[in-house]
């Protein structure tokens, strides 16, 4: 039997109708759900009003629920931050309570990694046109991290926080999908994956109320990090990237400190203008690959298939790159690039240029020694 759950019968409120959606859904079949995180007001809504959802059905009701979150490894390091210690609560305070809730960062292989891409393969950084890091660094792991639940169960439903108020651009893509009786759509590019967006017809002024209303969220912790981050940065937030026809999200309070796909990272330049100065040099360099991208000669004349025309930057600007990655990461005074991401930056650089390990010797400059790991998997 339900507990703590109340539907109202007459003239039901938002809130109301979202409830009663979700609990039929849930109940409807015995398919896990994934809730698509981002860290923002409407993903953190969308897995409150879940969580809420289980905790209120008693344990022979609930089936698994997977709580998905995307960490590009370019986070904004406070943002990351953030998003692993969300992580963690709701993995902790699940497991103490013999919740079925699983949580976990999908993150991009070494193969996938932007600093890989971008420094050891030599990829321009990422614009309108050619956004190889949407691919790369948000859909294929999310993606992969769903469809390891789907080949466990069969099928899943994917639960979204997309909202019709969001955007025109959001409005009409969300009016062209045909909703099943339940308001699900198949996913375009997973079988076995249906799509549900509880909160589609959510005003952000009722996304507001909802959160700081219901602040604490039930799993622990407190949204006050992410109000706070909303109150000081401008930009739209940041959606769980799951196709190519998802705009990007460069600029947001959520995206990646990296993105060049923008003129400017507006969002940024507000985090500094409001006290987190030490995001500067974040941005210094993020300016300067964005600079860098239109210097011919940076490029080689040859592109990866022997064709003519602007390929991969050439060694010296590589080298220039990491060696500036590395002075940003003393000055902000966190991690940037991992050591198995220098460690595959060199490996490239071995194919493409390099006999003298000079990714490890910039490194060194810096007190690095990534070349440890090495011994570690021998």
């Known amino acids: 039997m339900l507990r703590n759950l109340q539907i109202s019968d007459s003239q039901p409120s938002q809130i109301e109708l979202t409830r009663e959606l979700l609990l039929t859904n849930y109940l409807a079949d015995n398919r896990p759900w994934v809730v698509a ?193 909303y109150r000081q940065a401008n930009g739209g937030e940041c959606p769980v990237v799951m196709d190519l026809n998802t705009p990007s999200c460069g600029g947001s309070r959520f995206g990646c400190w990296t993105c060049t796909v923008i003129k400017a990272d507006k969002s940024m330049e507000s985090f500094i203008e409001n006290g987190e100065e030490w995001m500067k040099p974040l941005n210094t360099y993020r300016n300067w690959l964005k600079d860098i991208r239109e210097d011919d000669a940076r490029r080689s004349p040859l592109r990866r298939n022997g064709q003519e025309g602007n390929g991969p930057f050439i060694a010296s600007t590589r080298k220039e790159m990491l060696q500036r990655l590395l002075v940003t990461e003393q000055q902000v005074k966190q991690s940037l690039i991992s050591d198995e991401e220098i460690v595959e930056i060199q490996s490239q650089w071995n194919k493409d240029f390099d006999i003298m390990d000079s990714a490890f010797t910039i490194a060194e400059q810096f007190g690095r020694e990534p070349w440890k790991i090495l011994h570690k998997t021998q």
Not at 44 to 57: P, R, W
Request: glycine share 6%; net charge neutral; aromatic share 8%.
């Open 37 to 229: 995180y981002s860290g923002g007001k409407d993903s953190t809504l969308v897995l409150q009003l879940v969580y809420e959802l289980i905790n209120s059905l008693s344990p022979e009701q609930r089936k698994p629920v997977y709580v998905l979150a995307s960490d590009t490894r370019v986070e904004a390091p406070n943002v990351e931050d953030y998003l692993s210690r969300r992580i963690t609560e709701i993995s902790a305070h699940a497991l103490a309570n013999g919740l079925p809730i699983h949580a976990e960062l999908a993150q991009p292989t070494m193969e996938q990694s932007f600093w890989v891409n971008l420094i050891g393969k030599g990829y321009p950084p990422p614009t309108r046109w050619f956004r190889w890091c949407t691919s790369k660094m948000k859909i294929k792991p999310m993606q992969t991290a769903i469809e390891n639940v789907i080949k466990q169960y069969g099928s899943v439903i994917l639960l979204l926080g997309t909202r019709m108020g969001e955007s025109i651009q959001r409005s009409q893509t969300m009016s062209k999908r045909e909703l099943s009786s339940r308001k699900l759509n198949p996913h375009t590019e997973m079988a076995n994956a249906l799509v549900m967006s509880p909160i589609a017809d959510w005003s952000s002024d009722e996304v507001w109320e909802y959160l700081f209303t219901n602040n604490p969220p039930p799993w622990g912790g407190s949204h006050d990090f992410m109000l706070n981050l």
